[in-house]
């Protein structure tokens, strides 16, 4: 038997499996309300595939059918997105090349003279797929979402700023730094001009502040390092000693440093101090000047946060956001573990005087009107929504805005309370002497979809109607921004309360109505035609799954597996939108740069009774480390310790048990079930509500189908950990995409000005200052060692971390300059 012939019988077999695999889950596809392309499709394939094995010469015209109707439907389906169209396109091309070859007049031939059979031109096969060629030729050329450049104001008079002093940049978490010397014109020069290496491996999340001509970090379990700004040598470290509270993802972060300068007279210690809030439920102060610790704050330098919460694990409340510092105190809120359970540790806000370390005030919904510690014997209102992430503050407002999360369990509220229900979900005003809230604004009335605010409020001014508002823009997980006036709480632009989706599950009751903010957002309506795949196979498979899950848009309830069901679709996922990364301003005109993902999971929601009947069956079901699947299949359903008579929430147990999950593809190629892209760069003019251009955020350079680099520069949109830095100069930073680069955006257009990889995709957010010493202005980036990696295993929940490298020498902090030339 010769090539031809071999070949022959190859795509014979190729064509029949995949007639197969299209037709009949594509039957069931149209059954469930779908496109029928993937049933027609595959009918028409099992025809060429049966001319094909009588070698019939009208084989490819009917495929050139094939091609043509696919690209019909490509087109009307995904328009000139190219990566809508190149999984619909690619492999019919790919697969359509036999046609053109002499293997395939070859195996007609049955006498080894005899004379070639006479065939269709192979126009009908190159027609349809050079026009499909020139349709993706054309789509990769779409530039990216340009409208405007957006208001211009004049600059605040004023000595601008040149250090980093808060998490945020100032109080107000602003990301801007006012400096001009690298711009839109000298941003191509900028060179790395050193390196430091923190020695500790593992989280590294931080962004640095910069005072007295130094750097202060802290790495992993709260090791706190300051670094000389000019040169990048360590200066002095202080370890604390701390070992993680539990084995999940954030039990070891510490994302960023507090900086407080006594008033003047003070006569005490540290004059000058860092501190940290850790994973160990304590604040800590050290000198700024010598990393020694302060010793008269709180008990020998530091301040034990588990006070007044009453009986729980470790793991259940620590801190990984630091301190917010508000004049002259130290405002702390807590994470509070994730968790199916009811009672967990309180999610108080408390206040300490910054010198003593003295409590000050606390803010416990629980207790309204009452600011003090508990009384002897009792404790701080357990299971309340806490303030995991990171504060604000208006000195001249003196108010404090706090970001809250939502009680446990996330996605069952059936056995909230009316302040549970009241505080969750919002930011909250609460005023910096006396912790009283002043007002708040809710996200998301009666949260069941884990959309906690995330972010630091930011504080920017804008311009309504000729007047310039004090404003505080709040971005939330579910891609949307609402901007307020930060001293009422009233909205800038109206918000409008809109329909949201009923029926939930007995037991659940949701909002007939949610706040929607007129700012552009990033949570588009996700339709059949937005499944994604490598492949037209995969890609029905999404198609399948997206038709099996309820979805009726964002806010749709979770539901029970059942049936044809298998959950619902929660996009944007419980990662974002936005997440603890935030957005930046240029503060000067108003201008907000956002960089959100766009992912999406699958959400189920089970009974306590199925979990535990799930067995060794639930690692696979939930994911092996669901606390539901840890315990014993055989034992008690979890309770939370004794009950408690005076406090009944203390031992209800929850109705249903929530189960998240990436919505990957089903066939192992590591890619999401929906098309790119899955975050974005994008700058909104908040005086007008305009978008002034969006753009993918990242490439695909460092990952990949099935977990592999690809190596390809092509603008996906990949997942982000942080957030953006912007200047004076007219730039925005992103350093934190997962193909390990650092770039610079101008503000005003999109246009990518410069860029730099990494050792490895960041976590954190970049900042920048001048140096006293030298008077440069420097980009500081850090990386953790080893790097984050995004998907997670659906089946395990694990990350796939086949990628990463370990050196010893723990994160980067990684500092660019202009060069001298």
């Not at 195996?107 to 269709?120: N, T, Y």
């Not at 770039?743 to 001048?770: C, H, I």
């Amino acid at each position: 038997m010769n090539i031809s012939k071999i070949m022959h019988w190859i795509f014979v077999i190729l064509l029949w499996v995949i007639g197969l695999l299209l037709t009949i889950p594509g039957g069931f596809l149209v059954y469930l309300g779908g496109s029928p392309y993937y049933l027609l499709a595959g009918i028409a394939t099992l025809a060429v595939a049966f001319l094909v094995t009588r070698r019939n010469a009208k084989a490819p015209k009917v495929y050139a059918g094939i091609l043509l109707a696919t690209l019909i439907w490509s087109l009307f389906e995904a328009e000139l997105h190219f990566l809508g169209l190149l999984p619909r396109l690619a492999a019919w091309l790919g697969l359509g090349l036999w046609f053109l070859t002499p293997l395939y007049r070859n195996s007609f031939r049955r006498e080894p003279d005899s004379e070639e059979p006479a065939l269709p031109s192979r126009w009908w096969v190159g027609a349809p797929s050079l026009a499909a060629v020139v349709a993706l030729i054309v789509a990769s050329m779409q530039g990216y979402v340009q409208n405007g450049t957006g208001t211009e104001s004049a600059l605040a008079a004023g000595e601008a700023a040149t250090d980093w002093r808060h998490y945020g940049n100032d109080e107000g978490g602003t990301r801007f730094a006012q400096l001009t010397d690298i711009n839109v014109d000298t941003v191509g020069g900028l060179q790395e001009v050193w390196r430091y290496r923190t020695g500790i491996e593992e989280d590294f999340k931080a962004t640095p502040l910069n005072v007295n001509g130094m750097l202060y970090i802290c790495a992993a379990l709260n090791v706190v390092i300051a670094i000389d700004d000019t040169s990048g040598e360590e200066v002095w470290r202080h370890d604390p000693g701390l070992e993680p509270p539990a084995a999940h993802q954030y039990a070891r972060t510490c994302r960023g440093v507090a900086y407080h300068e006594a008033q003047e007279g003070y006569s005490g210690q540290c004059p000058k101090r860092v501190v940290t809030a850790t994973v160990d439920a304590s604040i800590i102060a050290v000198d700024a000047m010598t990393g020694e610790l302060c010793t008269d704050f709180g008990e020998n330098g530091a301040v034990d946060l588990r006070s007044g919460l009453g009986a729980h694990e470790r793991d259940e409340y620590y801190l990984t956001s630091p301190p917010l510092v508000a004049g002259d105190n130290l405002v702390v809120g807590g994470l509070v573990l994730d968790s199916q359970d009811l009672g967990l540790p309180s999610g108080v806000v408390r206040a300490f005087d910054a010198t003593s370390g003295d409590f000050v005030w606390a803010w416990d919904m629980g207790n309204p009107g009452d600011n003090g510690e508990p009384a002897e014997g009792k404790t701080y209102t357990p299971g309340t929504p806490n303030v995991w992430s990171i504060m604000s503050y208006d000195p001249e407002l003196d108010l404090i805005y706090a970001p809250t999360g939502n009680a446990a369990p996330d996605y069952f509220g059936g056995a909230r309370r009316e302040f549970d229900d009241e505080w969750s979900s919002a930011v909250v005003a609460i005023n910096g002497k006396t912790g009283a809230p002043r007002w708040k604004y809710q996200t998301v009335h009666h949260d069941v979809w884990d959309y906690d605010l995330p972010a630091q409020p930011v504080l920017v001014d804008v311009t309504r109607n000729g007047e310039s508002v004090p404003s505080v823009a709040v971005p939330t997980k579910m891609g949307s921004i609402f901007l307020l006036d930060r001293r009422d709480g009233s909205p800038v632009h109206p918000i409008e309360e809109k329909p949201a989706p009923q029926n939930p599950e007995p037991g659940e009751y949701v909002s007939p109505t949610q706040p929607s903010s007129p700012l552009p957002h990033f949570h588009p309506y996700r339709h059949e035609k937005d499944m994604w795949g490598l492949t037209p196979i995969d890609q029905m498979i999404c198609r399948i799954e997206y038709r099996t899950m309820r979805y009726e848009g964002m806010f749709t309830p979770p539901t029970m597996p059942g049936g044809l069901k298998t959950g619902t679709m929660l996009y944007p996922g419980n990662f974002g939108g936005f997440n603890w990364g935030s957005v930046s301003v240029d503060a000067d005109n108003g201008l907000l740069v956002a960089a959100p993902m766009m992912l999406a999971h699958r959400l189920m929601l089970f009974t306590p009774e199925q979990v535990a009947e799930a067995g060794p069956l639930g690692g696979l079901l939930l994911g092996k480390n669901h606390p539901a699947v840890r315990m014993d299949p055989e034992g008690p359903m979890p309770k939370m310790g004794e009950p408690d008579a005076d406090n009944p929430y203390d031992h209800r147990r929850i109705k249903y048990y929530g189960v998240p999950a990436p919505f990957m593809s089903r066939l192992g190629t590591q890619v999401p079930c929906f098309e790119p892209p899955w975050s974005r760069i994008a700058v909104i003019d908040l005086n007008t509500k305009e978008l002034l251009w969006s753009r993918p955020a990242g490439d695909m350079s460092d990952s990949g189908p099935f977990n592999l680099r690809s190596g390809i520069p092509y603008d996906v949109g990949t997942a982000i950990r942080a957030g953006t830095l912007t200047t004076r100069g007219g730039l925005t930073f992103l350093s934190s995409t997962m193909d390990s680069k650092v770039r610079a955006f101008d503000v005003r257009t999109g246009e990518e000005k410069w860029a730099a990889s990494l050792p490895g995709n960041g976590q954190s957010t970049p900042m920048s200052y001048r140096s006293g010493k030298d008077g440069r202005q420097y980009l500081i980036v850090t990386v953790p060692n080893p790097t984050w990696r995004y998907p997670r295993d659906p089946a395990t929940g694990e990350y796939i971390d086949s990628q990463d490298v370990r050196d010893g020498k723990g994160g980067y902090v990684i500092a660019y300059a202009l060069g001298n030339n």
